[in-house]
């Protein structure tokens, strides 16, 4: 089971942001980055927000960095973490728009992206860039499907749909891989039902652990039925955590301990059928947060492995 992380600072919700976020920049990022792909971590991931209206801005706050200038930008300061969108909200773009940033990103980071989707759900962001927020999920089904055609191996892609017709358009740099990995984000049954169908893999949207087998069973069976045989990363999204005993309050619902405790309550995940785990640390400052990374590292994730 490989472990990835959510960067803070580029995301701040009042539902997970820490305090000592409000006043971080592009240097804690980068501090952060390098923490995650010394500890051997699998993934790095950023948020897609265009803008965020006055009504919701209360508890989204107005802070989304952008996830391509974020992820080109760390690219140049790591080796070998991979770089993940979670979630990408395509259909408010264009493929072709998006499939050039991501190609390019994919390309200058040597093969490093994952692309996560997903529908959105701010319904404001839709009407001021002209998309429909209502038809949204036919609009990210068939954004899959071009991308798939436009992040291929072709110099020209094709795709012939209801919303998007393109051929003869050429885009270079390809990305770097063969097949870049899509991810599909959500958990209501369209999002499973996509994810199983057009995904590499899946990112639920805080499923809690009772909820996941039955999730994962329903992949699995779609994914059957249509005859799919290509492996599916199936992801989840674990507690908050805080490896060793805290001296402070990190809420009741933190997984705190010793790194042997917290492997055994992770791997829990795995024996569900959870192949990358995302992780998140409760933490009062930059080097608070570093220092958890390096000791998941360290001190859980070799105990992950075990039965």
Same mark, same amino acid.
């Given at each position: ?184 984000? !959500? ?11 057009? !995904? ?108």
């Amino acid at each position: 089971m490989e472990y990835g992380i959510q960067l803070p600072v580029q995301s701040q919700s009042t539902i997970y942001t820490e305090p000592w976020e409000a006043g971080a920049g592009p240097a804690d990022l980068v501090e952060i980055a390098r923490a995650a792909d010394r500890a051997g971590f699998a993934y790095l991931a950023s948020c897609d927000h265009v803008a965020i209206p006055r009504r919701l801005a209360p508890a989204m706050s107005t802070v989304w960095y952008d996830p391509v200038a974020t992820l080109a930008f760390l690219a140049g300061v790591t080796e070998r973490v991979r770089l993940l969108s979670h979630v990408a909200v395509v259909g408010l773009r264009h493929p072709l728009l998006t499939a050039k940033q991501y190609a390019t990103l994919d390309h200058l980071s040597g093969g490093r992206l994952i692309l996560g989707v997903g529908a959105g759900h701010v319904r404001e962001e839709f009407e001021a860039l002209g998309v429909d927020f209502g038809r949204r999920g036919a609009v990210l089904d068939e954004c899959v499907d071009a991308l798939r055609a436009a992040l291929g191996p072709e110099e020209f892609p094709e795709h012939h749909g209801k919303l998007y017709d393109f051929e003869g358009l050429g885009q270079r740099p390809r990305p770097a891989q063969e097949r870049v990995p899509l991810w599909i984000g !959500g958990s209501s049954p369209a999002a499973v039902r996509r994810a199983a169908l057009k !995904g590499d893999g899946w990112l639920p949207q805080g499923d809690p652990r009772d909820r996941l087998p039955a999730q994962i069973a329903g992949l699995r069976r779609l994914r059957a039925e249509a005859g799919i045989e290509r492996p599916l990363t199936v992801g989840a999204i674990a507690e908050p955590l805080y490896v060793g005993e805290p001296a402070w309050d990190v809420g009741r619902r933190t997984l705190a301990g010793r790194p042997r405790e917290l492997a055994e309550s992770l791997r829990a995940y795995s024996a569900m059928g959870v192949d990358q785990l995302q992780v998140r640390f409760r933490s009062r400052s930059r080097t608070e947060l570093t220092d958890q990374i390096a000791a998941f590292g360290e001190q859980v994730a070799p105990h992950l492995l075990k039965t």
